[in-house]
């Protein structure tokens, strides 16, 4: 039996087990409460569909569909019913940066979102960036103003302002600052699980339980909704520290890999994803389709691999399993991949992230990307794509419990 057939398969038991699959869901939440959002990165080969990588402090609201804001509005209502009820007020803290005109258009979107939801909104900024109100100019009009936050003994506030909920839409890349430290008020998601601490290593690996665990539910091999990986530390680019590690777990995953194509009959040669174990922002990527190729990199490669994002030194790599994408978009017929958006438990939209300049081997999350919302005709598989989304964002959700648990 061929992969693309087991495929079709696959999407049809999804569709007519939909509700054993909503019920072993709803048990899953139960007992593992999910972030209260997050951004799920797929690729669809036709053979497989596999998250390749989830954000937990997602930017890029300002790139969902109108429908998407609707549902994003009724699912905040329901975390904010559910977990916060007496919350009124919300402090929103941004990344630091103040030149990304799209990701001040992403704050403005998600605030926008939340007084939708009925919440009252100020955002506020580390004081080191922002130390008094900065009006920040929108690429489309209008502006943004975001406030120096201050503290007052254990609580975050702002000019007049004592919020009952802190909001993080940044993930403290260059680590926590101490003003979050030992705050009263509740802080989502919590600090903890920014790149500083969080791992994709760690994620990926409380997914393959997932994945296991939903593939026993529909007698399927879990290989079709998850990438294998390995992962390397005390890496070095500029000094070609840990090459060894490098090309030996490259051949290996290689060779795990082909052996799943030739069990599936896929003739299409494999390949693998070197990234930093921690960050977003596609800084610090390369595809790999041989590990000479980690021996043959250049002064520019090694540099560009060297730091992710905030300049941070990349020491540790996550080997992941490559997975190829099938879906173009645009009379160009560039390549495309669909980002699933999740409030909670609810998926609420995404929208196709595109390239007209990489191959479908290749990250498409680098200068040149363009989006393209998800309406409900332009996603061929939401049913499917939906279900990996929460079987990712599942995984997250375990990954919160175990960093509250310490």
């Known amino acids: 039996m061929t992969a693309p057939y087991f495929f079709s398969n696959l999407e049809k038991a999804i569709c007519q087990e939909r509700s054993s699959i909503d019920r072993w869901f709803e048990q899953q939440w139960l007992s593992t409460p999910p972030p209260v959002y997050g ?3 797929l690729r669809h080969a036709g053979f497989k569909l596999a998250p390749i990588d989830m954000n937990l402090y997602p930017a890029g609201f300002n790139n969902l569909s109108q429908t998407s804001f609707m549902q994003a509005i009724e699912a905040i209502q329901s975390l904010m019913r559910q977990r916060y009820p007496s919350a009124k007020s919300v402090m929103l803290i941004p990344e630091n ?7 001040w258009e992403n704050i403005n979107t998600l605030s926008f979102l939340l007084r939708e939801a009925g919440l009252d909104v100020r955002i506020g900024g580390d004081p080191t960036f922002f130390p008094q109100n900065t009006a920040i100019q929108l690429a489309h009009g209008g502006h943004i103003v975001v406030e120096p936050i201050q503290r007052q003994a254990q609580r975050l506030v702002l000019d007049h302002y004592d919020p009952s909920l802190i909001w993080l839409n940044n993930d403290f890349s260059s680590g926590a600052p101490a003003y979050v430290n030992d705050i009263e008020q509740p802080m989502c998601p919590p600090p903890e699980l920014g790149w500083h601490s969080r791992l994709k290593t760690t994620h990926f690996s409380h997914y393959r339980d997932v994945a296991a665990e939903f593939s026993d539910l529909l007698s399927i091999d879990p290989w079709l909704i998850d990438p294998l990986f390995l992962c390397c530390d005390n890496v070095d680019f500029m000094q070609r ?15 795990a890999i082909q052996k799943k194509y030739d069990a599936y009959s896929i003739s299409s040669p494999p390949f693998v994803i070197v990234k930093a174990d ?19 990199l250049n002064r520019k490669q090694r540099t560009k691999m060297s730091a992710s ?4 030194t990349v020491h540790r790599v ?36 595109l390239h007209k300049n990489k191959s479908n081997f290749e990250s498409l999350n680098a200068p040149g990307m363009e ?8 996603l061929p598989h939401a049913e499917l794509y939906h279900t990996v989304a929460r079987l990712s964002m599942l995984a997250a959700a375990r990954e919160e419990k175990c960093v509250q648990k310490t």
């Open 309 to 312: 994002k905030g300049s941070k």
């Open 241 to 255: 520290e840990g090459e060894w590690c490098l090309t030996t777990n490259v051949e290996a995953l290689l060779k």
């Open 39 to 41: 951004s799920i990165d």
């Open 371 to 378: 989006f393209e919302p998800l309406t409900n005709t332009s």
């Open 278 to 296: 921690a960050g977003t922002y596609g800084m610090s990527v390369m595809s790999i389709k041989n590990s000479d190729d980690i021996r043959a």
């Open 318 to 353: 996550i080997i992941q399993e490559g997975v190829y994408t099938v879906e173009t978009r645009g009379q160009s017929k560039s390549v495309a991949e669909p980002v699933m958006y999740m409030m909670g438990s609810s998926v609420i939209g995404g929208f196709y992230r």
């Open 97 to 103: 940066h103040s030149r990304n005109q799209f990701y």
